[in-house]
C-alpha cells in the first residue's frame, strides 16, 4: 500500500513543475566561441549557452530567444525587452542599472614570454619568467 503513494505523490509533483515553467526572454548574439548559432531554428552552441542551459535546468526556465547584434539587444535590455543578456562586461556604469553575478563566469589569463639569453631554447615559459626575473614593467 504504501508504494501505491510514492508514485501519486511523484507525478503530482512533477505536474507542478512543468506548470511553474518561466519564460525567459534571453538576448542572444553570435561572439567567439561563447555563443553560437544566433539566429531561428539554427544550432546553438558555445560555453555562454552551455551555462545558460543549465541555468535554465536549475531554474524551470525555458528561453524566448531575441536575436540582434550587441548594441540592439543592450538597448532592448535598458528598455526592459529583455531579461538577461549574456557576455556583459562590468562596469562601474552597469553596475549602477544590472544585477551582475557575484562572480564572473570567465576569466582569461595571458601570459608573457621574452627570450631567454641562458637557454638554447630562446624562449622562457610564465614559470621560467617568475623564477628568473625579478622585476617587469610594461
Not at 69 to 91: R, S
Request: aromatic content about 16%.
Amino acid at each position: 500500500l504504501f508504494l501505491l503513494f510514492i508514485p501519486a505523490a511523484t507525478y503530482a509533483d512533477n505536474n507542478n513543475a512543468k506548470s511553474s515553467v518561466k519564460t525567459i526572454r534571453l538576448g542572444y548574439f553570435n561572439f567567439q566561441n561563447y555563443m553560437l548559432g544566433a539566429e531561428e531554428n539554427a544550432a546553438k552552441s558555445g560555453y555562454a549557452y552551455d551555462l545558460l542551459c543549465d541555468i535554465a535546468i536549475i531554474n524551470n526556465w525555458k528561453y524566448e530567444f531575441v536575436y540582434g547584434d550587441f548594441n540592439q539587444l543592450y538597448a532592448e535590455l535598458l528598455k526592459g525587452n529583455i531579461d538577461i543578456l549574456p557576455c556583459l562586461v562590468y562596469t562601474e556604469e552597469r553596475a549602477n542599472a544590472h544585477l551582475f553575478s557575484n562572480e564572473e563566469i570567465y576569466a582569461e589569463q595571458y601570459f608573457i614570454s621574452v627570450l631567454n639569453k641562458k637557454s638554447s631554447k630562446n624562449i622562457m615559459t610564465e614559470l621560467n619568467i617568475r623564477k628568473n626575473i625579478k622585476k617587469l614593467s610594461f
